[in-house]
């Protein structure tokens, strides 16, 4: 009689075989299997953990855990015992990505196999979807992209689907939204990362008071009277669309390839009117243009003492000006047609995928899995401990926290057994960045109606406006915005 143990393997390997397989057909070519495992050690331009112990904690029962040791062992055995991985993430987030997977490989060690996994912090969500996409064979076992990207991804066959195993509890820990974008069509695809890849304001409580923050205009009022300014980089498409979805702009990727939005009309030239307005207030009180470290170093130099961005400038900001003095909002209201509207944004999930073309489909779905369960998004919100208590830090000896906002939902982080994680629920209750993102979220549309073709044009009439500091007739705006949908089209 075949056990119950051998019986539950085998569904195991063929429901993750399977969804392997069938999302290398998704373009009617089988995926290969000539991804090249790593035999170097990862590079980064971020700290080391320094080998610092870890504390592992299951994930699944002690049977179910069994079970995946077997089908990863089963995987070893057809590479010399050897289990090769190879990941993708951001060179800010590669140190405590590594400490993560430090525990996967402790909790999931077994005699009849070996765990490496390579690191690589070159490949952030914004560059791994497009380079898996040029080469699956050669790419990461697994990557970390954002979800607007998903829908490209399984169009080039270059992603695996999840195995019901662990999509029913994906499902399960993480809330509808997040487990929504995760799938094409029904079928699900990767697994919900962090509920932040969306933007917000962060603000100097010293210079703004919660009256000020309620309207752009007053920001900006404020901010020249003291010498500073507000920063949003209407320069770039990310940003500016908020404007236009405002104003009643619609974009829509039409079969998931051919860009379209109607930018050329009456709402858009509203939406290209209030960016101009702000614009006419350039280098005094508002700055339009600058990438992450000019936000930070602006908090900095105290030329900046508010900006539109989102969690990863968070910890840098707060080092700069201190946690007491930085606040944070859902985005103010800008004075369109006359009146005060709530600016609108782009707003979305990051996610970890895994590559079609991994040699370990098994074991590339345990460490996704592992690295995107409740206990992980905790950790990569809060912080990680070893076994004596002490936290991991930074290169500058302060507590390595990533404060990326969970997907999972209260009732799953609240499961979390690891006792200082539960101040880590209380202070995601308290957060107020968490609680920006959560307030502008319903102001937000996602990022998978934009595609490839959308952002240069849409952030070049940003540039333009700013470039004559909004000092543009209504016919000239109506001729750049004629020209953004043309740019669609090329």
Not at 344 to 359: D, H, I, L, Q, R
Not at 417 to 434: P, R
Request: glycine share 8%.
């Amino acid at each position: 009689m075949v056990s119950k143990t051998k019986r539950t393997l085998a569904i195991v390997l063929a429901g993750m075989m399977a969804a392997t397989a069938l999302a290398g057909c998704t373009t009617g070519t089988p995926a290969t299997t000539t991804s090249t495992p790593a035999t170097t050690p990862a590079t980064s331009g971020t700290t080391e953990s320094s080998g610092e112990a870890v504390t592992a904690t299951p994930i699944f029962t002690d049977e179910m855990t069994s079970t995946l040791k077997d089908a990863m062992a089963e995987e070893a055995s057809k590479n010399d015992g050897k289990i090769k991985l190879k990941m993708w993430c951001s060179g800010d987030d590669a140190t405590f990505e590594k400490a993560l997977i430090e525990e996967f490989k402790k909790y999931y060690a077994d005699s009849r196999y070996e765990i490496s996994v390579q690191v690589l912090g070159s490949y952030g969500e914004d560059k791994s979807a497009a380079a898996i996409m040029e080469d699956p064979s050669v790419g990461a076992d697994i990557f970390n992209f954002a979800d607007d990207q998903l829908r490209a991804l399984v169009q080039a066959g270059a992603i695996a689907q999840v195995s019901p195993l662990f999509m029913n509890n994906v499902k399960a820990d993480n809330t509808d939204a997040a487990v929504q974008v995760c799938s094409i069509d029904g079928t699900p695809y990767c697994f919900p990362r962090t509920a932040d890849n969306g933007y917000f304001m962060y603000y100097d409580k010293r210079i703004f008071n919660d009256e000020d923050i309620k309207s752009f205009d007053a920001m900006v009022a404020k901010a020249k009277e003291n010498n500073t300014n507000i920063m949003m980089a209407v320069d770039n498409a990310w940003y500016n669309s908020g404007f236009f979805f405002t104003a009643g702009v619609t974009i829509n990727l039409k079969d998931g390839k051919t860009q379209e939005g109607t930018f050329d009309s009456p709402e858009g030239l509203s939406g290209a009117k209030a960016i101009a307005h702000l614009c006419e207030s350039a280098d005094a009180g508002f700055k339009g243009s600058g990438d992450d470290s000019a936000v930070v170093n602006g908090f900095d130099n105290k030329t900046v003492a508010a900006a539109i961005t989102g969690t990863w400038n968070g910890p840098a900001i707060k080092e700069k000006i201190g946690d007491k003095n930085l606040g944070a909002a859902k985005l103010p209201t800008v004075l369109m047609d006359g009146e005060q509207k709530q600016l609108c944004s782009f707003g979305g999930y990051k996610v970890e995928g895994v590559n079609a073309s991994t040699k370990f489909p098994v074991s590339a779905q345990v460490l996704a899995y592992f690295l995107t369960c409740p206990e992980s998004q905790l950790k990569r919100y809060y912080g990680i401990q070893d076994e004596s208590g002490q936290w991991m830090k930074n290169s500058k000896g302060v507590q390595l926290r990533r404060g990326f906002v969970p997907t999972a939902t209260s009732d799953a982080m609240n499961k979390v057994e690891t006792a200082y994680l539960k101040d880590a629920i209380t202070a995601i209750g308290s957060d107020e960045a968490a609680q920006a993102i959560e307030a502008q979220r319903p102001f937000s549309q996602p990022q998978s109606n934009a595609g490839g073709k959308y952002w240069t044009p849409v952030g070049g009439i940003g540039g333009e406006i700013l470039t004559a500091k909004g000092n543009l007739t209504d016919a000239e705006l109506q001729e750049k915005l004629k020209k953004v949908v043309e740019g669609f089209a090329n």
